[in-house]
């Protein structure tokens, strides 16, 4: 059974979410999870099923990762090249890592759950550990006017009130920037990954304050005129546009419809606006994670 929010309760977002994994040499492709004096806390966590032992890549190691790397993009390079001349369209490089932010636990270490024995953090579900869920098992993050839940394939696995979140931020050391931490009230964090940019940067306005839903009725008169007009060329079984006002006070209308393309189920539309109604740009910390 999908889960649905409670009578009274507004889903603000809803967005596939994992334990986040390390991108540098020393950590690629692992996790760890850790107390406060930053012991290993997996043995603790009841009922979580055995998993790979963290250990930091030694030098020789962190070679080998490197040399994989530079085989891998000289393929997808060529293979770009190859797709370019043959009509297709050119495969695009993964997006590289922002700024280093805490070495301690993003080369030297990678923890993605900061907890004592009590703290929020550690009541996180296992599902959320992609080494640890079945294959093509998907967990999803729910913001509500309420609540923050972890969702598995459709079932409610864990939640909070919104008043246990202290806070929320944008892990720029990560690919694409799309991971984020929340932390709680107790001071316990976990460090988690989306699969797009936007929606780490959204979920995290949203939780902070920078982002904030709106009606219709909040609009302005031109505002709602560009919304008709919208609404009204949606095709059959688009869903209701979800309408956000952004940090720089533009506002962003967005809805998702049936996909008539190869292999895509659904496609977003969308549109940014000025308070005329306008087509508008968004700014730095919008749609995507601020550089600065």
Do not use: C
């Amino acid at each position: 059974m999908n889960w649905h929010p409670e009578s009274g309760e507004d889903t603000l977002a809803r967005y596939p979410v994992s334990f986040a994994t390390g991108t540098a040499a020393s950590v690629d492709g692992r996790r760890s999870f850790r107390d406060r004096q930053r012991n290993d806390i997996e043995a603790e966590l009841p009922g979580w099923p055995g998993g790979n032992v963290f250990t930091v890549r030694r030098l020789p190691g962190r070679i080998g990762v490197h040399v994989s790397a530079a085989v891998s993009g000289v393929f997808a390079v060529a293979w770009g090249i190859l797709s370019d001349l043959l009509g297709g369209s050119t495969i695009n490089q993964e997006p590289s890592r922002g700024k280093l932010e805490e070495r301690e636990n993003e080369v030297e270490d990678f923890p993605v759950m900061w907890a004592d024995a009590g703290d929020i953090a550690r009541t996180l579900p296992w599902q959320l550990d992609p080494s640890r869920r079945p294959k093509g098992y998907v967990t999803e993050v729910v913001l509500t006017t309420r609540r923050l839940l972890v969702v598995g394939d459709g079932t409610a696995l864990w939640e909070s009130p919104r008043g246990d979140i202290l806070d929320a931020t944008v892990k720029r050391f990560s690919i694409g920037r799309k991971d984020f931490r929340v932390t709680f009230r107790d001071g316990s964090w976990a460090r988690l990954t989306t699969t797009v940019s936007y929606h780490a940067t959204e979920l995290v306005g949203l939780l902070t304050g920078t982002h904030r839903r709106l009606s219709e009725s909040e609009l302005s008169a031109e505002q709602r005129e560009r919304l008709s007009s919208f609404t009204a060329s949606l095709p059959a079984g688009a869903t209701r546009p979800v309408i956000t006002r952004l940090p720089s006070g533009r506002v962003r209308v967005e809805t998702t419809a049936p996909s008539h393309g190869r292999g895509a189920v659904s496609e977003s539309r969308g549109f940014v606006m000025d308070e005329t109604g306008r087509d508008a740009t968004p700014a730095p910390g919008d749609i995507e994670p601020s550089k600065a």
